[in-house]
Nanobody
């Protein structure tokens, strides 16, 4: 059983920065692929960034280099550094862990970017 807890969301001004954190319980974190998803009202949930167990990363193309995903296996934590935030980044952001066919989700953290 895996529990994921996101933190770091909140209100931020356009062009500002924010770092989201997701801490995972259990012993499988270092072996798992991690991802950040987001969902805005009226839109589909979309993958923002992902990082494999060996550190390979993938990003939503439209982010244009503004976001960075990283992980700290010693802390069982994955991060999403968000820079140059835009109002269209406003969404609920979810942490996801995938391991051996099982998928786990955090409760989500709200990010609101004001213009």
């Amino acid at each position: 059983q895996v529990q994921l807890v996101e933190s770091g969301g909140g209100l931020v001004q356009a062009w500002g920065s924010l770092r989201l954190s997701c801490e995972a319980s259990g012993s499988i974190f270092s072996l798992a692929a991690m991802g950040w998803y987001r969902q805005a009202p009226g839109k589909q949930r979309e993958l923002v960034a992902a990082i494999t167990s060996i550190g390979s990363t993938n990003y939503l193309d439209s982010l244009k280099g503004r976001f960075t995903i990283s992980r700290d296996n010693a802390k069982n934590t994955v991060y999403l550094q968000m820079n140059s935030l835009k109002p269209e980044d406003t969404a609920t952001y979810y942490c996801n862990l995938v391991y051996v066919g099982d998928s786990y989700w955090g409760q989500g953290t709200q990010v609101t970017v004001s213009s």
